[in-house]
C-alpha cells in the first residue's frame, strides 16, 4: 500500500491507535486511498480530490460539511453505491476494485447497512416486513428474515410497532424502523446520510442516542451530515470543504465544536489546510 | 482479509412473487384498472368463441336429434324461370328408391291465415298454408310444443297445426284458438288451431307454414294435386345415392328440374359461417390486447418513476440491476395474469348465461381458457420489459437522491 504525502502519517496514527485500543488486528472497515470521483464533462468536472480516509472498527465518525463539499458523493463511494474515478476503496478488506458489480452487490448486502434522511420505507408492507426487506438480497429464507427483524426492532425500541405501517408510525419511529432495517444483518459499516435531517430536534436527539447505543454496542457508525451540532456528539469528526478532507479530529473523546469555516480540529495532528483553489 | 467475500445471492420464487406483488397491493385501483383493458380482451374472446361454439353444440345437438338423413325434393325452375311443379306420382316413386325409408309431402293451398276476420287480406305475416300428410309429422321428427297432430279424423276438419314461427307471429300460443283462413278465390272460414310445433332448425320453411290435412285442403282451400316438397328419409349411410337419383326418379321427364337437398348441410354450413365471424372479433380481441398491454406498459412506467426511491433503497440494501428488472417484470406479468385471469372468469360467466338464456348446451372453449391467460402473461412480459430495463438503469445514487 502506497501512503499518501500529507494523512499517511494520520491513518498511520489512527490505526496504531486503534491497534492498541481495541487489541485487534483486523483491517479497517474502510480504507479510502486517493480516491477521486469526477463527472463527465469539459471539464470533467471534480468532486473529490485525492481523499485518504480509514475507519476502524467500532468507530463512530462524523463526516460534516456544507452543501456542495462532496458529502452525497462520498456517501456515494463509501456505500459502494458508485465507483471512484480514481483511487481504492476497500471495504472490510475487500478492494473494490478487484470485484464485479455482483460481488459488490453482496457485499453491500452483507456490509453496509444504510440510514437515509427520507427512511425510504415501503409504504405497502409492515414495520416487521421492512426490517425483513434489509435481509432480502442476503438470501436468508423469510423465517429467519422475520426472525432476526423482530431482534432488531426490539432493539430500537419499537417491538410494540411490528404491524404497523409506516403511514402509522412518528417521523422519529420510521428512521427507528430504518435503522432496524440498516442493522438486521449486522452490516459491517452502519451508514447514515443525514439521518435526522427529516425530524424534529427532539425525534433527532432520539435517533442519535440510539446510533450512540449502537455504536457503544460495537457498531461501526459513519454519519453523514451537514449539521455540526449533530457531528459535535460524535467522537470523531471529518470535515469536508471543497471535495477535500477540511480536518479530521480523530478517534477522541467528543471536543469542543471546531470554529465555522476553516476551525481545525483542536490538537488533531491529521488536520490540514485544503487548497482553496481549482474547487467549485 | 476478513472473512469471505459474500456470495451473490438469488431471489426466491415466493420472495419474486412477494416483491412483485407490492406494486398491486399498494396502488390497487390502478393495477385494477391496467389489467382491466387485457380482461376485457380475453373476456370477449372467451366469450365469442364460447357463444359461438355454444350456438354451434347446439345445431349440432339438433342435428343428431333431427338426423342428417332427411333429403328434400322440391319444384326448381325450368327454362324460362318459372316453377316446374313435381309430377303427381313423385311422392309414391321416391318412396319406391330402396334405401328410402319414410317419405312424406306437403303441397300449396290458394289461402292465406289471418288471426281474425278483420285483418286486411294483405297482412299475411309471410305465412303459408300447406296441405300436409298424416306421416309428416313422423319423416320430419317434428315436436309438438303443444295440442295434437293431424290423425284421420281432423284431416278432413277445418282444423290447422301451425309451425313455431307461424303461431309466434300470429301470436297463438295454445291449441282452441280460432283462426281465420281466407284467399282471393275462396270464401274465408274459421279454423280451430289443434296443435303447434316446435321449431325445426332442419326445415325452417314448415316454421313458417300452417298444415292443414290434405283432403280438407283439396276439398276447401284449393289444394294442389302435386306436391310441393317432398321429405325423404333415408338409410343414414345411403344419403348420397338417394340424393343422386332423386331427380331423375321425381320427374323422369324433366330431371333437371328438380331441386334435390339435403338440409343438414345447410345447417352444417351455418356452424361455418361462425368462424368468420370468429375471425374478426379474434382480430378486435388482439386490438384489445394491444391496447390492454399499452395500459400496463403505461402503468408501469409511472409506477417506475413514482418508485425510483424504493428502487435506490434495494440497490442500496443489496439488489442487482437484475433482480430489479425482475421485480418489475414480475409486477407487470402479473398485471396481465391477473387481468387474463379476470377475463376468463368474465368470459366463461358470459357463456354460461348467454348459452342458459338461449337453452344451449353451454361449450367453454378450454383451449381459449387456458390460452387467454398464456396470451396475457406475453402481453405483460412485453409491456413490463422497457419499464423494467428502465428502473433497472437508473443509477443507485440518483435514484435515492431524486425520491
Known amino acids: ?280 | 482479509m476478513t472473512g469471505h467475500l459474500p456470495r451473490p445471492a438469488r431471489l426466491r420464487p415466493a420472495d419474486l412473487l412477494r416483491i412483485g406483488l407490492i406494486g398491486p397491493r399498494t396502488r390497487r385501483l390502478r393495477s385494477a384498472l391496467s389489467a382491466l383493458g387485457i380482461a376485457l380482451g380475453i373476456a370477449a374472446v372467451v366469450a365469442i368463441t364460447g357463444i359461438s361454439a355454444s350456438s354451434q353444440a347446439h345445431l349440432l345437438d339438433r342435428l343428431d336429434r333431427l338426423g342428417s338423413n332427411l333429403i328434400t325434393v322440391s319444384p326448381g325452375e325450368g327454362y324460362d324461370g318459372t316453377k316446374v311443379p313435381l309430377p303427381r306420382e313423385a311422392v309414391t316413386m321416391l318412396g319406391n328408391i330402396a334405401p328410402v325409408e319414410q317419405v312424406s309431402a306437403t303441397a300449396d293451398t290458394g289461402a292465406n291465415i289471418y288471426r281474425t276476420d278483420l285483418v286486411p287480406s294483405n297482412q299475411t305475416n309471410s305465412l303459408r298454408v300447406l296441405s300436409a300428410r298424416l306421416d309428416l309429422l313422423r319423416t320430419l321428427r317434428g315436436q309438438l310444443a303443444a295440442g295434437r297432430w293431424l290423425d284421420r279424423g281432423t284431416e278432413r276438419l277445418p282444423v290447422v297445426v301451425l309451425g313455431a314461427a307461424a303461431a309466434d307471429r300470429l301470436g297463438v300460443t295454445r291449441p282452441g284458438t280460432k283462426v281465420w283462413l281466407a284467399g282471393e278465390d275462396l270464401p274465408g272460414a274459421w279454423y280451430g288451431v289443434i296443435g303447434v310445433l316446435e321449431p325445426n332448425e332442419l326445415v325452417p320453411e314448415i316454421d313458417d307454414s300452417v298444415l292443414v290435412g290434405t283432403p280438407q285442403a283439396v276439398r276447401a282451400l284449393d289444394g294442389a294435386r302435386t306436391p310441393s316438397t317432398v321429405y325423404l328419409r333415408t338409410h343414414p349411410e345411403r344419403v348420397r345415392e338417394v340424393q343422386e337419383v332423386a331427380a331423375a326418379t321425381a320427374n323422369p321427364a324433366q330431371s333437371s328440374t328438380v331441386a334435390v337437398s339435403r338440409p343438414s348441410d345447410l345447417l352444417k354450413a351455418r356452424t361455418e359461417t361462425n368462424t368468420a365471424l370468429t375471425g374478426l372479433v379474434l382480430s378486435l380481441a388482439g386490438v384489445a390486447l394491444l391496447v390492454g398491454g399499452v395500459g400496463i406498459a403505461n402503468t408501469m412506467v409511472v409506477g417506475v418513476m413514482e418508485r425510483r426511491g424504493e428502487v435506490g433503497l434495494r440497490r442500496a440494501l443489496g439488489a442487482r440491476r437484475g433482480q430489479i428488472t425482475l421485480q418489475f417484470l414480475i409486477e407487470a406479468v402479473l398485471l396481465g395474469l391477473f387481468g387474463g385471469l379476470a377475463g376468463a372468469a368474465m368470459g366463461v360467466v358470459v357463456v354460461y348465461g348467454y348459452a342458459a338464456v338461449q337453452d344451449w348446451p353451454a361449450a367453454v372453449p378450454l383451449a381459449w381458457v387456458v390460452a387467454g391467460p398464456a396470451v396475457a402473461v406475453l402481453v405483460g412480459t412485453a409491456a413490463g420489459l422497457y419499464p423494467a430495463l428502465r428502473a433497472a438503469r437508473m443509477s443507485p445514487t440518483g435514484a435515492l437522491r431524486s425520491a
Not at chain 1, 425500541?157 to 430504518?178: I, T
Not at chain 1, 425530524?199 to 440510539?210: C, F, I, K, Q, Y
Not at chain 1, 473523546?253 to 488533531?268: I, K, L, M, Q, R
Open chain 1, 1 to 280: 500500500m502506497s501512503e499518501s504525502r500529507t494523512t499517511g502519517e494520520s491513518r498511520t496514527t489512527s490505526e496504531s491507535r486503534t491497534t492498541s485500543e481495541y487489541g485487534r488486528r483486523q483491517p479497517p472497515v474502510l480504507l479510502l486511498d486517493k480516491v477521486v470521483k469526477e463527472y463527465d464533462g469539459d471539464p470533467p468536472l471534480r468532486i473529490l480530490h485525492d481523499i485518504d480516509l480509514t475507519v476502524a472498527r467500532g468507530e463512530l465518525v462524523a463526516v460534516v460539511g456544507p452543501s456542495g463539499s462532496g458529502k452525497s458523493t462520498l456517501l456515494s463511494l463509501i456505500g459502494t453505491l458508485d465507483r471512484p474515478t480514481s483511487g481504492r476503496i476497500q471495504l472490510e478488506g475487500h478492494d473494490l476494485t478487484a470485484l464485479s458489480d455482483r460481488q459488490i452487490a453482496a457485499l453491500r448486502a452483507r456490509s453496509i447497512g444504510f440510514v437515509f434522511q427520507q427512511f425510504f420505507l415501503l409504504p405497502g408492507l409492515t414495520t416487521l416486513e421492512n426490517v425483513a426487506t434489509g435481509l432480502l438480497y442476503t438470501g436468508e429464507t423469510v423465517g429467519r428474515r422475520h426472525e432476526r427483524a423482530v431482534r432488531a426492532l426490539r432493539e430500537v425500541g419499537l417491538a410494540h410497532r411490528l404491524g404497523h405501517r409506516p403511514d402509522q408510525l412518528s417521523g422519529g419511529e420510521k428512521q427507528r424502523v430504518a435503522i432496524a432495517r440498516a442493522l438486521v444483518g449486522r452490516p459491517g459499516l452502519l451508514l447514515a446520510d443525514e439521518p435526522t435531517g427529516a425530524l424534529d430536534t427532539a425525534s433527532g436527539r432520539g435517533v442519535v442516542e440510539l446510533l450512540l447505543q449502537l455504536n457503544a454496542q460495537g457498531t461501526t457508525v459513519v454519519v453523514i451530515t451537514h449539521d455540526r451540532d449533530l457531528a459535535a456528539s460524535f467522537p470523531r469528526r471529518i470535515g469536508l470543504q471543497d471535495g477535500r478532507v477540511e480536518f479530521d479530529t480523530g478517534n477522541e473523546t467528543p471536543a469542543p465544536e471546531p470554529e465555522p469555516v476553516s476551525g481545525p480540529g483542536p490538537g488533531h495532528s491529521a488536520w490540514r489546510r485544503p487548497a482553496q483553489e481549482g474547487t467549485a
